[in-house]
């Protein structure tokens, strides 16, 4: 992060981050969390030197901006969430820049994670535009040769041409669950170009075109036809996780496939900077709560 970045007054000062967090989730008014009214609410007065902290004249229960979001019942304090969100979206490593532990900084990433996650999905393409279509499959490196495509685990992806990716952990990848995310995730208006892989026979019934390159007779492109895009994208989420993460529980592969998607449908090619993506997160951090104790117990469970 850059000195300059460093130098804003939301990442030093408490107050204005309260102020600046309460400006991008409450731009269309103060919201009780606790009954949903709108602007019926005025500071705490009394005892309380809590920053940020109101009462609904509704329902008269106190509140402040961290109610219902990924920051609730956090003890770190809301500039070092910002800045913490700012070095996510920038793709810099927390612990050691924000001088915390590395179990706060686990904790805050997943939390952060959480609020990438896509709210209301809008299909991808529409008429005229191509969508790619393509899995991947993530495991450790082999040991042995008799390691095999079942010890792994599948991920699908969708990448709009030009715009958004979406991504899909799949326990089980078979037809049916391709031809899912295509009726779920792609305008039926839109070409969809994959591969040669047998999950995608039949999928021409839920979009107006289907082009399949063949990949087993080195065919890479065919005129536009081609599934490079999200192949490169596939390759970008490898090498972070290989360079950054270095490991991913599959309890949590979906949530570091929600970073990568978020970074790439909102990359500088598209116009947004790390300070624009740094605010869309913040925007995605309401209603959303991930605790310690569920974090971890995925974690035991898996």
């Not at 065919?219 to 996780?241: I, K, P, Q, S, W």
């Not at 290989?242 to 990359?267: A, I, K, M, P, W």
């Amino acid at each position: 992060m850059s000195k300059s970045v460093f130098s804003a007054k939301h990442f030093n000062d408490e107050a204005a981050a309260y102020a600046f967090v309460e400006a991008h989730l409450w731009a269309d008014g103060r919201v009780c969390p606790h009954c949903g009214v709108v602007d019926r609410s005025g500071p705490l007065k009394g005892k309380s030197n809590r920053i940020g902290l109101y009462k609904c004249y509704a329902c008269r229960k106190p509140f402040t901006v961290k109610v219902g979001t990924i920051f609730e019942a956090s003890h770190i304090q809301m500039r070092d969430w910002l800045a913490a969100i700012h070095l996510i979206c920038s793709s810099k490593k927390l612990s050691r820049t924000l001088g915390i532990t590395l179990k706060s900084a686990w904790f805050m990433s997943h939390r952060i994670r959480e609020a990438f996650k896509p709210g209301r999905a809008t299909p991808f393409g529409g008429e005229g535009q191509v969508v790619e279509a393509d899995e991947m499959y993530i495991g450790n490196k082999p040991a042995a040769r008799k390691r095999t495509m079942h010890d792994k685990h599948a991920v699908m992806a969708l990448v709009e041409r030009g715009g958004r990716m979406r991504s899909f952990y799949m326990p089980v990848l078979k037809q049916a669950d391709a031809r899912d995310v295509v009726k779920h995730h792609v305008a039926p208006e839109s070409r969809l170009d994959t591969d040669e892989s047998h999950l995608y026979f039949g999928i021409e019934k839920w979009v107006a075109n289907h082009e399949a390159i063949n990949h087993g007779s080195k065919e890479y492109a065919r005129g536009d036809v081609t599934t490079n895009t999200v192949e490169g994208a596939f390759g970008l989420f490898r090498r972070g996780m290989t360079g950054t993460y270095q490991h991913c529980g599959v309890q949590h592969l979906q949530r570091y496939l929600n970073e990568f998607d978020f970074r790439y449908s909102n990359r500088k090619a598209l116009g947004i900077e790390d300070e624009g993506r740094a605010v869309l997160a913040l925007k995605g951090t309401a209603g959303k709560r991930l605790t310690y104790r569920t974090t971890r117990g995925q974690e035991a469970r898996a």
